[in-house]
């Protein structure tokens, strides 16, 4: 096929970019929009060649669109009116004026892109943006699919729940086109849906996927929460965390030892994985500084038992609980290691002058990779 000219709005650190890669669709990135600072470094670090504009969505015109006569918009419009801890002001909140001026933009493009494919938070498929959306996109003629998935679909060991949008220009019903294929692109999800499978959106009502899993507080879980960490360990099907990690070589893991405050004040809150898991929770932009529900963190000394360190925590002092807690040498995740768990390749880098506090910020609000590739295909092909 020919090769398509991609709009990249909303770039952040180039995940979208990476999966059009991933997915091996013959294309070319026109242009990559964003106003993060921190994240166009890293975006122009990794694809200095890509045209990357600082600029605000709201202030193209709509010649500048024009000029660019591209086949396909990529995006991943601003989450936080949309999330569970947000105030979810939806379309009266600031941060989705851009979004909303995409919509108003598309139906007046000389050309309409032939493909689009949008990515966020669980939380949109209720929305009035999303409401906005498909009511723009059936206007002007586009059949789409939506789609919750999870990257444990596609075998890494990571939590994501995340909405998609794909949608093309045909004359074909591009959700009975692509429902039969979903299965095959994500074989392995035990979590987007009670089927074990991705949810599928129905294309005329919202709010019908399954509810994402929340994190879990460690010894004050239900059994039906160790239920259901067992069976994620034992889902042959997802990779192990190991697979995943740094050596000592490259990084010095001593830097990212939980501080003993930490381990004080938050120890019953951790969700702890070790290196023969399958699985983690989401990683959000508060890793690193934060602990309750922004990610799991790691065990590394596995000669000592968890159970053994937790059982009867509270009757120490806490001089005892903390050298009980510290034989654990429980570590957050480095930032190279949770690029690799949302899909990142080997070949992504953070340029040297970014701190560790910045990169989980921009990772946190990143996509992964690899699903995005899938659906990428599932759009095209």
């Known amino acids: 096929m020919e090769t398509l000219r991609v709009l990249e709005l909303y770039s952040g650190i180039g995940g979208m970019h990476y999966a059009l890669k991933e997915s091996g669709i013959p294309s070319q990135v026109v242009a990559s929009i964003d106003i993060n600072t921190t994240a166009n470094q890293i975006y122009r ?23 660019l006569s591209f086949d396909m918009i ?42 689009i494919l949008l990515e966020n938070v669980k939380g949109f498929e209720s929305s009035a943006a999303r409401d906005c959306l498909v009511k723009t996109l059936m206007e002007c003629g586009y059949t789409f699919q939506e789609i919750m998935v999870s990257p444990t679909s596609v075998g890494i060991p990571n939590s994501r729940l995340r909405y998609y949008l794909i949608a093309k220009i045909t004359t074909e019903d591009l959700s009975a086109q692509t429902s039969s294929k979903i299965s095959d692109a994500f074989p392995h999800s035990a979590e987007s849906g009670s ?26 879980e239900t059994a039906t929460d160790a239920q259901r960490k067992m069976n994620q360990n034992s889902n042959l099907s997802v990779r192990q965390i190991k697979d995943f990690l740094e050596t000592q070589i490259e990084v010095n893991m001593e830097n990212y030892l939980l501080p003993p405050k930490t381990l004080l004040r938050y120890a019953l809150l951790l969700d702890i994985v ?6 983690s929770v989401c990683f959000t932009k508060g890793y690193g500084r934060y602990v309750e529900g922004t990610g799991s963190v790691l065990q590394s000394c596995m000669e000592t038992e968890m159970e053994s360190v937790f059982t009867g925590l509270d009757q120490y002092s806490e001089e005892e609980k903390l050298q009980r807690l510290l034989k654990l040498k429980l570590r957050y995740f480095t930032p190279r290691e949770v690029a ?27 996509l992964n990779v690899v699903v995005v590739a899938r659906l990428l295909q599932l759009l095209v092909y």
């Open 274 to 279: 070790q290196p023969t898991c399958r699985r």
């Open 195 to 220: 089927s074990g499978q991705p949810t599928v959106l129905c294309p005329t009502r919202t709010g019908t996927c399954q509810p994402e899993e929340g994190h879990v507080l460690y010894k004050l």
């Open 340 to 366: 690799n768990l949302m899909g990142f390749p080997q070949s992504f880098s953070f340029p040297e002058q970014i701190p560790d506090k910045q990169q989980y910020r921009v990772l946190g609000n990143s």
């Open 74 to 115: 990529l995006m991943s419009p601003p989450c936080q009116p949309f999330t569970r801890l947000g105030r979810q002001g939806d379309i009266h909140d600031p941060r989705t004026k851009s979004f909303l001026f995409i919509l108003d933009v598309l139906p007046r493009l000389c050309r309409l892109p032939r493909f």
């Open 45 to 67: 670090h990794n694809f200095p060649d890509t045209p990357l504009w600082n600029k605000t969505i709201e202030g193209i015109t709509l010649d500048d669109f024009n000029k």
